[in-house]
């Protein structure tokens, strides 16, 4: 593949989108990571993500204001406290408050207008239908609607100039599957946050879902797990 | 059809879409109306959304901020001139510079994911497809697949709760027709503004494709226009 093609990635911060940016590096694309700035109730997500744009040498590493707020229904905008210490089979039974309407929508499509800035074809998300804690916006027949539908909303794909792809490398991968493709591929994940409700120090709580699904990955992975997590 | 329903509309303080508000309301729908703050480089078409909102009666008017400037791309939001006095066929030639990368795209998902938090199914935008002036996300096989994805996109509707619904009621309509309509209607056109770059103190410059639209659309309706243009 040639080296200067470029590939816009949807960058968290988190495990999962540190390791599909490597993942899309290793493929040999240039790689502009964009991340957003939603009112979350904490930062600690966007300075990880700076720090693991700066560790992967990204060509760019844009950060997008977009306020979700107004829109609100969430407990990662606003204060509905965030779920601790459940079960997998009991993170499996609903979707969470943690869900952010049409979140993965908002962001594509920021995704998509980037690209067609930059000239990029290729979009990169880290969803995940394994471990995806019932989000809809995590299934691949979401995704494929979308990039249907993003190759019909955009002059340069109109124009027959390409065509958008809307990746997901991580779709069938369990998360100690990420953990164990990110490790190969040399991603620090020390670097890296997902805890949903983080000390005012920017420390892991342990007990969130995020901060579970997290803590398994490492152990099923036989990996060790770099993340400092607050005392309990 | 019961009052209670709800509907997000699309409001740009235009005189598209403050006809398609009416047009909404007529149908019944109790109006949601949402506009953006995306960074143009002028705010008339702010306070005209929140005129035409305050004159219909809208159950709640929005503006959210939606930072479109880094991504760039458009004469809209960056420092690109403004195409003036074009005829009709030149418009039709190709994309103009006044196209906005992925606009509707991102527009419209923040309608969704309002409508969602809402608990409404009806989302009201006011593209065209004769007038539309050569955009890509004005087109009607671009709209069902943006109502296909946002039916997969979404909590409600993968519940089953219910399903979403983009309308496009000016979407055959010529401008002529979409002026006449909002007419019968009572819209107050003289609160809309359409111009793509207006005077600094508000006044429609009279020359760009958009003012040359709008005029037109008066002159063949048979309807007075009430817009301050600007002296050439």
């Known amino acids: 593949m040639i080296k200067s093609l470029k590939a816009v990635v949807l960058s968290s911060g988190g495990l999962d989108s540190s390791t599909v940016l490597a993942m899309a590096a290793a493929q040999g694309f240039a790689i502009y990571s964009l991340s957003f700035d939603y009112g979350q109730r904490h930062a600690c997500e966007l300075r990880a993500a700076e720090r693991v744009a700066a560790a992967a040498g990204v060509q760019r590493h844009l950060v997008t204001r977009v306020d979700l707020r107004p829109v609100g229904g969430s407990a990662l905008t606003d204060d509905i406290a965030v779920p601790k210490a459940r079960s997998e089979s009991r993170m499996a039974e609903a979707i969470p408050v943690t869900y952010v309407p049409a979140r993965n929508t908002i ?63 991580l779709i069938d991968l369990t998360k100690a599957g990420i953990i164990l493709t990110g490790t190969e591929l040399g991603v620090d994940y020390g670097l890296t946050h997902s805890c949903y409700d983080p000390t005012p120090q920017g420390m892991a709580c342990g007990s969130c879902d995020s901060c579970i699904l997290r803590k398994k990955g490492f152990a099923d992975a036989g990996v060790p797990d770099p993340t400092s997590y607050a005392p309990q």
Request: with cysteine; hydrophobic share 45%.
């Open 107 to 169: 962001f594509l499509s920021y995704a998509l207008a980037w690209a067609e800035v930059l000239g990029a074809w290729d979009i990169f998300i880290g969803v995940n239908a394994v471990d995806y804690s019932g989000y809809p916006d995590c299934r691949p027949e979401y995704i494929q609607a979308f990039e249907t539908m993003a190759n019909l909303a955009t002059k340069s794909a109109v124009e027959g100039k390409g065509r958008y792809r809307i990746h997901t490398p």
